[in-house]
């Protein structure tokens, strides 16, 4: 029992001496406060404070109250820095702002005064220094007629450059057996596409097979053996039949990877605009009838698309005589295509075995 009560004594004396501390910290901190900040007194320093409390356990209301006025002092000192940063922010902006519309402003009565000053300059004339109001009616007149006249001069160069190239032509054709020739342009896309060469007209060597890869060539690369391959057969010679063998379907014509003709891309798209346009350079000019482009592999007219996608060929490909055709293969018409590019018993077989795979084409022929 002595034991305990001695370790509450020592508890509380200890208790006591830090609360004490605490007071004492506190009277410290006030009076350090009322001596840096005369203002903030209320007159109490100057009487003594009489409570029965003893002095070194005293938090005395005036400590408290100087501490408030302090921590209010302090409060509003912060407050007005923030409202002197935002006044000085606000007028930076208000300052930069004035400056542009200053800017804005020079250079607009800057625009003014140069288009005035050109204006004077050119509707002044040369004996009359007072200055006169453009006459607008003649300057658009004489730029129609220079418009005018450029395009007539553009007009008659294509004319010369039309004919030129039709004497070559005809030139290069005026010899004994010759016969025009036809293209087929193979897509290797197609299912057994490197038989179809081995299934055209033996009788026929005016039929030209040009077999490309799908996936990774260009329209240059088609562009330049048909070139190569027109040079080989007859030096000068143009095509006048030509048949592009190719996937596709109603309104769309899969001609290389990721390059499907419809016919909003032949407007949009530059490489499928000039492949169709040096295409069309590569068509005949001396054939007295249009030459003639069939499509095989799909059926193009399968929905309103296709007409849409042949005239904007055909107007991209003008002033080459062009048309396009794409008839289904069991109709007369498509029997008829067949038979100007194929051995029609061959490519029936074929056909049969296009999609098979229990038996070897090449076997068989």
Not at 137 to 156: A, F, K, N, V
Not at 175 to 202: C, D, H, N, Q, Y
Not at 307 to 321: A, G, I, S, V
Not at 350 to 364: A, G, M, N, T
Request: hydrophobic share 35%.
């Amino acid at each position: 029992m002595g034991a305990a009560a001695s370790r509450r004594r020592a508890l509380r004396s200890e208790a006591m001496s830090s609360v004490a501390a605490k007071v004492r910290a506190a009277r410290a901190f006030g009076e350090y406060l009322s001596q840096s900040h005369p203002e903030n007194r209320n007159g109490a320093d100057d009487t003594p404070i009489r409570t029965w409390f003893p002095k070194e356990n005293l938090f005395s209301f005036q400590t408290a109250t100087t501490t408030m006025q302090a921590i209010s002092v302090f409060r509003g000192c912060a407050e007005r820095k923030r409202r002197k940063r935002e006044n000085d922010s606000a007028s930076v902006i208000q300052r930069n702002f004035r400056k542009h519309l200053r800017m804005v402003g020079s250079r607009r009565v800057k625009a003014q005064t140069f288009a005035e000053r050109r204006e004077r300059s050119f509707s002044r004339s040369w004996s009359d220094p007072t200055p006169m109001k453009a006459d607008t009616s003649h300057d658009s007149r004489d730029s129609s007629d220079l418009q005018s006249s450029h395009c007539t001069l553009g007009e008659g160069f294509e004319d010369l450059d039309w004919e030129t190239e039709k004497g070559l032509e005809a030139v290069a054709c005026d010899t004994a057996g010759f016969v025009p020739p036809k293209v087929m342009l193979i897509s290797s896309k197609v299912p057994k596409a490197e038989f179809i060469p081995t299934i055209i007209r033996r009788d026929d060597p005016s039929i030209i097979p040009i077999l490309y890869d799908h996936e990774h060539a260009t329209f240059e690369d088609i562009l330049e053996e048909i070139e190569k391959k027109l040079n080989i057969y007859h030096k000068g010679a143009k095509i006048w039949k030509m048949l592009i063998f190719c996937q596709g379907g109603p309104g769309h014509l899969y001609l290389l990877k990721n390059k499907v003709a419809t016919f909003a891309k032949v407007e949009k798209e530059e490489d499928m605009i000039h492949f169709w346009k040096r295409l069309s350079r590569l068509m005949s000019k001396v054939n007295p009838e249009p030459n003639v482009i069939h499509i095989m592999g799909c059926y193009i007219l399968g929905n309103p698309n296709g007409e849409k996608l042949f005239q904007n060929l055909r107007t991209l490909m003008t002033p080459y005589k062009v048309t396009f055709e794409s008839p289904l293969e069991l109709s007369a018409q498509g029997k008829q295509m067949i038979e100007t590019y194929f051995d029609f018993r061959l490519y029936r077989l074929w056909k049969s075995r296009q999609h098979s795979k229990l038996l070897d084409f090449e076997d068989v022929l």
